[in-house]
T-cell receptor, first 117, second 112 residues
Framework: AQKITQTQPGMFVQEKEAVTLDCTYDTSDPSYGLFWYKQPSSGEMIFLIYQGSYDQQNATEGRYSLNFQKARKSANLVISASQLGDSAMYFC??????????????FGSGTRLQVQP | EADIYQTPRYLVIGTGKKITLECSQT?????MYWYQQDPGMELHLIHYSYGVNSTEKGDLSSESTVSRIRTEHFPLTLESARPSHTSQYLC???????????FGNGTRLTVT
C-alpha cells in the first residue's frame, strides 16, 4: 500500500496567485513527520517545510504553509503569491515509526508545478 | 550553501564499466542515505547507514554496493554498469530529532 499519495501529476498557476498541492498519507503510527521538498529541473532537493504529527498549529515558512488535517490524513502544501521560480517538481514525504531508527523518508510521486506569467 | 557534496554531477559511461559515485558531508551526521530517482519520478531508498561500518539495504533492490569507512564519506559503487542503471542518484544525511534530510545535488548517470 502506498504511504504517500500525490494525485496531481501536474498543476498550472498564474504568477502572483496561490496554489495548493495535495498530499495524503497512510500510517498507523501516532508519531510521524511530514515534509515537503522542491526539486528544480537542475535536480537538487530543497527542503521547504516540516509538520510533526503532534504539532498543534499548521507549519509556515515564508510563502509556504502546510494545511495539516490529521483526521483526513492530508498535508497539503500552499504556496502563496506564486513566482516564476516556483516552477519545479514538489514532493511530499513522511517519516513514521517504521523509519524511527533509520530516519529515512518515504516520498510521494510528486507534482510538477508550472507558474505562468 | 551545500554541506553535502556529490561527484560527479553527470556521468556517461559504457556498459560493463565499474563506477563509484562519491558523497561527502561536513555536518558530522551519523545517518546517510542513497536514493535512486528516475526522471520525473519518486525517490526510492536503496541504501542507508547508521554510522561507520554500518550499511543496510533500502526499500528498492539495487545491484549497487556502499561502504562507510569514515563518518563523512558514503560512496556508492556499481561493479558492472548496465543501461538499466541509468538514473539519478541522490545522497542525503540527517542528524538527530525531527530533522529533515539534507540532500546533495545528485549524480545523473547514463549507461550506454
Amino acid at each position: 500500500a502506498q504511504k504517500i499519495t500525490q494525485t496531481q501529476p501536474g498543476m498550472f498557476v498564474q504568477e502572483k496567485e496561490a496554489v495548493t498541492l495535495d498530499c495524503t498519507y497512510d500510517t498507523s503510527d501516532p508519531s510521524y513527520g511530514l515534509f515537503w521538498y522542491k526539486q528544480p529541473s537542475s535536480g537538487e532537493m530543497i527542503f521547504l517545510i516540516y509538520q510533526g504529527s503532534y504539532d498543534q498549529q499548521n507549519a509556515t515558512e515564508g510563502r509556504y504553509s502546510l494545511n495539516f488535517q490529521k483526521a483526513r490524513k492530508s498535508a497539503n502544501l500552499v504556496i502563496s503569491a506564486s513566482q516564476l521560480g516556483d516552477s519545479a517538481m514538489y514532493f511530499c514525504a513522511m517519516r513514521d515509526g517504521r523509519d524511527t531508527g533509520r530516519r529515512a523518508l518515504t516520498f510521494g510521486s510528486g507534482t510538477r508545478l508550472q507558474v505562468q506569467p | 550553501e551545500a554541506d553535502i557534496y556529490q561527484t560527479p554531477r553527470y556521468l556517461v559511461i559504457g556498459t560493463g564499466k565499474k563506477i563509484t559515485l562519491e558523497c561527502s558531508q561536513t555536518m558530522g551526521h551519523d545517518k546517510m542515505y542513497w536514493y535512486q530517482q528516475d526522471p520525473g519520478m519518486e525517490l526510492h531508498l536503496i541504501h542507508y547507514s547508521y554510522g561507520v561500518n554500518s550499511t543496510e539495504k533500502g526499500d528498492l533492490s539495487s545491484e549497487s554496493t556502499v561502504s562507510r569507512i569514515r563518518t563523512e564519506h558514503f560512496p556508492l559503487t556499481l561493479e558492472s554498469a548496465r543501461p538499466s542503471h541509468t538514473s539519478q542518484y541522490l545522497c542525503a544525511s540527517t542528524g538527530t530529532g525531527p530533522s529533515t534530510l539534507h540532500f546533495g545535488n545528485g549524480t545523473r548517470l547514463t549507461v550506454t
